[in-house]
């Protein structure tokens, strides 16, 4: 597509829940980024993947978080237990494989989830 | 660890005077330094980027930024700024080399512009 899109936009949850939030990358971008921000914060790192591979996962803060490439494209991430403090905007990147160097980060729009 | 600091939480400026937006890392090598503006509502979108050359850095809207290993900064600068200007600006530096590919962000800096 023509930017990163991220589905939904707008998610409100219970707390104990599963969500599961999408990001559809730029085509061809074979590099894949997710991060977590909260209000009043900056973008904090979750995971990074190159292709279906997750390359660097440290920013994941507990197994309660999930992310999957499966096709190199599409990327989910999955948050079992939803806790109250998982409140904030979610943004997903994407750049080619060495493009964040070249040309930086193309962002989502991000997917605010609102645990209740 | 990396870190990066913007001292500014919140400025405000008068439409048609000049900004420069602070910005410290800490990083033992060559850093890898961005500038992204966030509008409300919108997404993150680069300003600018260095990560070798000249240490003055062009960007887009009339940004520029200089690096300063001497004193680990990487300051954003515009000589007149104009109203669509307001949003949140935030420094970011990614380690120079190698798979680590993640970006450590600053804390943001709140830009308003009086008319």
């Known amino acids: 597509g023509a930017g990163v899109s991220q589905t939904p936009s707008n998610k409100v949850t219970e707390k104990g829940k599963y969500v599961e939030l999408r990001c559809d990358p730029i085509s061809g971008h074979t590099a894949l980024y997710w991060y977590r921000q909260s209000l009043g914060q900056g973008p904090e790192f979750l995971i990074y993947?190159?292709?279906?591979?997750?390359?660097?996962d440290s920013g994941l803060p507990n197994d309660r978080f999930f992310a999957v490439r499966p096709e190199g494209s599409v990327s989910t991430l999955k948050i079992q237990r939803t806790e109250r403090g998982d409140s904030a905007v979610y943004l997903c990147?994407?750049?080619?494989?060495?493009?964040?160097?070249?040309?930086?980060?193309?962002f989502g729009s991000g997917t605010r989830l609102t645990v209740v | 660890a990396q870190s990066v600091t913007q001292p500014d939480i919140h400025i405000t400026v008068s439409e048609g005077a000049s900004l420069e937006l602070r910005c410290n890392y800490s990083?033992?090598?060559?850093?890898?330094l961005f500038w992204y503006v966030q509008s409300p509502g919108q997404g993150l979108q680069l300003l600018l980027k260095?990560?070798?050359?000249d240490t003055l850095v062009q960007g887009i809207k009339g940004f520029e930024a200089e690096f300063k290993r001497s004193q680990s900064s990487f300051n954003l600068r515009k000589p007149s700024v104009h109203w669509s200007d307001a949003a949140e600006y935030f420094c970011?530096?990614?380690?120079?080399?190698?798979?680590?590919?993640?970006?450590?962000w600053g804390l943001g800096t709140s830009l308003a512009v009086n008319p």
């Open positions: 990147a994407s750049t080619d494989r060495d493009g964040d160097v070249t040309s930086g980060y193309t």
């Open positions: 260095y990560f070798s050359g």
């Open positions: 993947f190159q292709g279906t591979g997750a390359a660097d």
């Open positions: 970011a530096v990614r380690q120079g080399a190698g798979n680590n590919r993640k970006l450590i």
């Open positions: 990083y033992g090598a060559t850093p890898y």
